[in-house]
Antibody, heavy 119, light 108 residues
Framework: EVQLVESGGNLVQPGGSLRVSCAAS????????MSWVRQAPGKGLEWVAN????????YYVDSVKGRFTISRDNAKNSLYLHMSSLRADDTAVYYC????????????WGQGTLVTVSS | AIQLTQSPSSLSASVGDRVTITCRAS??????LAWYQQKPGKPPKLLIY???ILEVGVPSRFSGSGSGTDFTLTISSLQPEDFATYYC??????????FGPGTKVDVK
């Protein structure tokens, strides 16, 4: 089955760090750009970061630059997002998404993992 | 940065109604626009890409149009399973992307 499964979401204190993961199956993971998209409770979608097929390029929304790092392990069919210096406004469901045509839009999404930043 | 606005932010409609949602870009983006549907507690689902191309498996009652700065998503005859929130997304500014704020379609 073609799917993405996120994990690692948790409650973390402001200023803390967390890594969330996304396991891909049923397709050739190494052939796709991958992205993280988040959704704060009751709010809209926000694209966070993406990474090229071989990991050689990655890009971030301004609000997470210098704090978040996207990475991938094609041998493990896995995508990661390491988040540090977390703030309350980082609280959201984090979705991994498969990008189509150079990662421009997203045809496959995981179910999401909830990250809550609170003391 | 390219900003997207959507109108209305919410609408109430009945089964069988024709529904139109508008997405406007802050600058011209050609046809680099996608539409998604999201139901509560679920991830988004791709409906349309390149402004007007229907994703495989999406019912033909959904259609998209527009180019440049103004785009529309139309549901020709609203079905019970179409009550959801709809988002547009631009990819003109690849490799950076933005979503619109969403339009919630609920039961009149």
């Amino acid at each position: 089955e073609v799917q993405l499964v996120e994990s690692g979401g948790n409650l973390v204190q402001p200023g803390g760090s967390l890594r969330v993961s996304c396991a891909a199956s049923g397709f050739t993971f190494s052939a796709y750009w991958m992205s993280w998209v988040r959704q704060a409770p009751g709010k809209g979608l926000e694209w966070v970061a993406n990474i090229k097929q071989d990991g050689s390029e990655n890009y971030y929304v301004d609000s997470v630059k210098g704090r978040f790092t996207i990475s991938r392990d094609n041998a493990k069919n896995s995508l990661y997002l390491h988040m540090s210096s977390l703030r309350a406004d980082d609280t959201a469901v984090y979705y991994c998404a498969r990008g189509v045509r150079f990662g421009s839009y997203f045809d496959l999404w995981g179910q999401g993992t909830l990250v809550t930043v609170s003391s | 940065a390219i900003q997207l606005t959507q109108s209305p932010s919410s609408l109430s409609a009945s089964v069988g109604d024709r529904v139109t949602i508008t997405c406007r870009a802050s600058q011209g983006i050609s046809s680099t626009l996608a539409w998604y549907q999201q139901k509560p507690g679920k991830p988004p689902k791709l409906l349309i890409y390149d402004a007007s191309i229907l994703e495989v498996g999406v019912p033909s009652r959904f259609s998209g149009s527009g180019s440049g700065t103004d785009f529309t998503l139309t549901i020709s005859s609203l079905q019970p399973e179409d009550f959801a929130t709809y988002y547009c997304q631009q990819f003109k500014s690849f490799p950076l992307f933005t979503f619109g704020p969403g339009t919630k379609v609920d039961v009149k």
